[in-house]
């Protein structure tokens, strides 16, 4: 099955950039998305089809998908941006169609 | 706006079923899009478990799908999970979600709140 692989964590001081990295074989070809998780609440989504806002997350939050790597960038980072992070795609070429990341601890210093 | 609220025991015995629901408001599941359950076990990342259409087609987690059973109930616009012969491994806040679906399914939003779920005696 497909593979998506997160670093376990990620640590920025307030204002900076924090660059979230989601690896997978020719995850280029697929769409990425990203959820955000705080502690004790479901994840809200934040970024799908590889780069897309849903409304009402702020535009400090982006992302890309070239080759074996996608990339969830935090801009000007706050410390109500701590949480765990986690890529999914849709794998339609196996059996286990929906994979996530391992997810990634996010830190603001 | 779409919600989501999981139901069920939040105790279940090992060797037992463990059954949870998933009432969705905002919207009719006859109306269109898969649905689905994820859990997390504590202190753990997100597994999917498996997703349903309105019209009852079904996709399972692979490693799972030999104790798994979703279905849909259109008159309460609900679905559930049923999981067979549970262990301590299945202790988990289970979460169920609308899996959006454009040509092909793709993303899950909105999560219900989630329920923790515990296996033991």
């Known amino acids: 099955s497909y593979v998506l692989t997160q670093p376990p964590s990620v640590s920025v001081a307030p204002g900076k950039t924090a660059r979230i990295t989601c690896g997978g074989n020719n995850i280029g070809s697929k769409s990425v998305h990203w959820y955000q998780q705080k502690p004790g609440q479901a994840p809200v989504l934040v970024i799908y089809y590889d780069s897309d806002r849903p409304s009402g997350i702020p535009e400090r939050f982006s992302g890309s998908n070239s080759g074996n790597t996608a990339t969830l960038t935090i801009s000007r980072v706050e410390a109500g941006d701590e949480a765990d992070y986690y890529c999914?795609?849709?794998?339609?070429?196996?059996?286990?169609?929906?994979?996530f990341g391992g997810g990634t601890k996010l830190t603001v210093l | 706006q779409v919600q989501l609220q999981e139901s069920g025991p939040g105790l279940v015995k090992p060797s037992e079923t463990l059954s949870l629901t998933c009432a969705v408001s905002g919207y009719s599941i006859s109306s269109g899009y898969y649905w689905g359950w994820i859990r997390q076990p504590p202190g753990k990342g997100l597994e999917w478990i498996g997703s349903i259409y309105h019209s009852g087609s079904t996709y399972y987690n692979p490693s799972l799908k030999s104790r798994v059973t979703i279905s849909v109930d259109t008159s309460k616009n609900q679905f559930s999970l049923k999981l067979s012969s549970v262990t301590a491994a299945d202790t988990a806040v289970y979460y169920c979600?609308?899996?959006?679906?454009?040509?092909?399914?793709?993303?899950?939003?909105?999560w219900g709140q989630g329920t923790l779920v515990t296996v033991s005696s």
């Open positions: 979600a609308r899996l959006f679906t454009v040509v092909t399914p793709e993303w899950f939003d909105p």
């Open positions: 999914q795609v849709w794998d339609s070429s196996s059996d286990h169609l929906v994979v």
